[in-house]
């Protein structure tokens, strides 16, 4: 595939957040003390190789003072279990300038143990998570005029977010939370979090895969017409997944589960989708409200168990 780097061909990549790879088996564990200054590096020389390969040109970011500090303020925003286990499974992170997509998590190569490294594009520390959030959310629609989306998910940094989601992912490795991969689909050993909500690491049951929402983005399809989001939401609405982006995989519907939950709960943050017609607000998406989405809280509890 031949990338151009622009914006609107940043839109049409496919992933907007990934997770790449599987740890290896654990071994010893050392215990670092956590400094996140020392922990802010260059990227990866395999990782910017793999976007130069997709026709892009990323940067290495240094950050200036200010992001420092922004970055540092995310972190201090973390579930108190992920700044426990960060210290002894974040190896790094890094930003990048022109990056496709919106953060990495990729296992560290060289070594054994369950270490990762978390690759940002720097142009998010300077939107608010309402502004990320609504550029991601529409890239899944085709505009049309009348219609308009956007994401009332209030105005802290968009790292808050961003950070909460990939640390999930290395929590999720670190600890084991979602079912361990294995060559049949069949063997799955369903943990909490999967039991009876996907039948694969990308298969969500079927009783929640409607024709229409098999038809998004995250579930492999194209834009979609932006006057079927009603629909599209009202649909989402009778799954336990807190966003469309959750339907991607279990390690996706874990992250963004934690994610939502976490800036609704404990930061005290909206997480609402409004689609508005003509200036009129045609429908509200409030995932939080959700009753399939709330009865899956209390098996969040291990995030703040201390
Ligand atoms: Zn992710």
Redesign the pocket.
Same mark, same amino acid.
């Given at each position: 595939m031949r990338i151009k780097n622009s914006n609107k061909v940043i839109l049409t990549i496919l992933v907007l957040? =990934? *997770?790449l790879g599987q740890s290896r088996a654990q071994k010893v564990i050392h215990h670092y003390d956590f400094n996140l200054n020392e922990r802010v590096g260059l990227t990866p020389k395999d990782i910017i190789l793999q976007f130069q390969e997709m026709g892009m040109d990323p940067v290495n970011h240094i950050l200036t003072k200010t992001e420092q500090e922004i970055v540092e303020q995310a972190f201090d925003l973390l579930p108190p279990l992920h700044q426990k286990l960060l210290k002894e499974h974040l190896y790094s992170i890094s930003f990048l300038d022109n990056m496709p997509n919106t953060a990495l =998590?990729s296992p560290v190569d060289e070594s054994d143990e369950k270490m990762f490294t978390i690759t940002f594009r720097s142009e998010i520390l300077h939107q608010t998570i309402s502004e990320w959030a609504t550029w991601k959310e529409k890239s899944l629609y085709e505009s049309s005029s009348g219609y308009s989306l956007f994401v009332e998910a209030g105005e802290l940094n968009a790292i808050v977010y961003v950070l909460l #989601? !990939?640390a999930t #992912?290395v929590l999720d490795a670190a600890l084991g939370i979602s079912p361990k991969l294995t060559e049949s689909d069949t063997l799955i050993e369903h943990s909490g979090f999967t039991h009876n909500i996907w039948t694969s690491i990308n298969m969500p049951r079927e009783e929640f895969r409607t024709t229409l929402l098999e038809t998004t983005r995250f579930r492999g399809g194209g834009p979609i017409p932006i006057n079927l989001a009603p629909e599209v939401y009202k649909n989402l609405l009778q799954t336990p997944f807190v966003s469309l982006y959750g339907m991607a995989s279990w *390690? !996706?519907d874990l992250?963004e589960l934690v994610t939502i939950y976490h800036l609704s709960k404990k930061l005290n943050q909206p997480y609402q989708i409004s689609i508005m017609k003509g200036g009129v607000e045609v429908f509200r998406f409030d995932p939080i409200k959700n009753k399939e989405v709330r009865k899956r809280f209390k098996k969040l509890d291990i995030f703040y168990s201390g």
């Amino acid at each position: 595939m031949r990338i151009k780097n622009s914006n609107k061909v940043i839109l049409t990549i496919l992933v907007l957040i =990934t *997770f790449l790879g599987q740890s290896r088996a654990q071994k010893v564990i050392h215990h670092y003390d956590f400094n996140l200054n020392e922990r802010v590096g260059l990227t990866p020389k395999d990782i910017i190789l793999q976007f130069q390969e997709m026709g892009m040109d990323p940067v290495n970011h240094i950050l200036t003072k200010t992001e420092q500090e922004i970055v540092e303020q995310a972190f201090d925003l973390l579930p108190p279990l992920h700044q426990k286990l960060l210290k002894e499974h974040l190896y790094s992170i890094s930003f990048l300038d022109n990056m496709p997509n919106t953060a990495l =998590t990729s296992p560290v190569d060289e070594s054994d143990e369950k270490m990762f490294t978390i690759t940002f594009r720097s142009e998010i520390l300077h939107q608010t998570i309402s502004e990320w959030a609504t550029w991601k959310e529409k890239s899944l629609y085709e505009s049309s005029s009348g219609y308009s989306l956007f994401v009332e998910a209030g105005e802290l940094n968009a790292i808050v977010y961003v950070l909460l #989601h !990939e640390a999930t #992912h290395v929590l999720d490795a670190a600890l084991g939370i979602s079912p361990k991969l294995t060559e049949s689909d069949t063997l799955i050993e369903h943990s909490g979090f999967t039991h009876n909500i996907w039948t694969s690491i990308n298969m969500p049951r079927e009783e929640f895969r409607t024709t229409l929402l098999e038809t998004t983005r995250f579930r492999g399809g194209g834009p979609i017409p932006i006057n079927l989001a009603p629909e599209v939401y009202k649909n989402l609405l009778q799954t336990p997944f807190v966003s469309l982006y959750g339907m991607a995989s279990w *390690f !996706e519907d874990l992250a963004e589960l934690v994610t939502i939950y976490h800036l609704s709960k404990k930061l005290n943050q909206p997480y609402q989708i409004s689609i508005m017609k003509g200036g009129v607000e045609v429908f509200r998406f409030d995932p939080i409200k959700n009753k399939e989405v709330r009865k899956r809280f209390k098996k969040l509890d291990i995030f703040y168990s201390g």
